[in-house]
């Protein structure tokens, strides 16, 4: 798995990528909460849930269908979150399943059940480049620390980051057309 502080690069991108008008800021930050909810089952170790089990890690709550489960509960609370049911159901949809997309393509682990509850088949990625992160927090912060963290550098925040920078660019011809920043034309009253 990616560590803990690259699954938000996903969410972060999207989020800043569209602007604030379109995913606002509270439902950045349950992005970024869904885009780490999965790894919850690791507590499962502690509890002898076995690694390969549907519940254990990278299983169930690694699955299209969980992502699809937490972005439902998002969109019933679209309001508190000051986003429309639908956009609050995709960004939340695409923030908790990039968890177990960005799983795949790392090097380590038994795979991601991905179509659970269909099938406990756990998935890789044909490509693997993404260094598997240790299990342990200790270990984070030693040499293969290190080595996780680059490898997170350059094949999830590089893109993340490009990805988000497109996302604004086209945004852009909207904002240019009435001569305003991205969001300062419908303040105005103009048409974007």
Do not use: Q
């Not at 996903?10 to 999965?38: F, H, I, K, Y």
């Not at 090097?107 to 490509?127: E, H």
């Amino acid at each position: 798995m990616p560590t803990v502080l690259s699954h938000p690069a996903a969410p972060l991108a999207l989020g800043l990528g569209l602007g604030r008008r379109s995913v606002p800021g509270r439902l950045v930050a349950a992005g970024l909460v869904a885009s780490v909810v999965p790894d919850l089952d690791a507590v499962g170790f502690h509890l002898g849930v076995p690694y390969g089990s549907a519940f254990g890690h990278r299983g169930a709550t690694h699955s299209i269908a969980f992502a699809l489960a937490l972005a439902l509960v998002g969109a019933l609370g679209h309001r508190h979150l000051r986003a429309k049911p639908s956009t609050s159901f995709a960004y939340l949809f695409a923030s908790a399943v990039s968890h177990g997309l960005l799983d795949a393509f790392t090097n380590g682990g038994l795979g991601v059940a991905l179509l659970w509850p269909f099938t406990s088949t756990r998935f890789f990625a044909p490509f693997r480049p993404i260094e598997v992160a240790p299990l342990a927090a200790s270990r984070l912060f030693s040499r293969r620390g290190a080595i996780v963290f680059g490898s997170e550098l350059v094949f999830v925040w590089l893109p993340a980051g490009l990805a988000g920078l497109a996302l604004g660019w086209l945004r852009r011809p909207a904002a240019k057309a009435t001569g305003s920043p991205p969001g300062i034309a419908r303040r105005r009253g103009l048409p974007s």
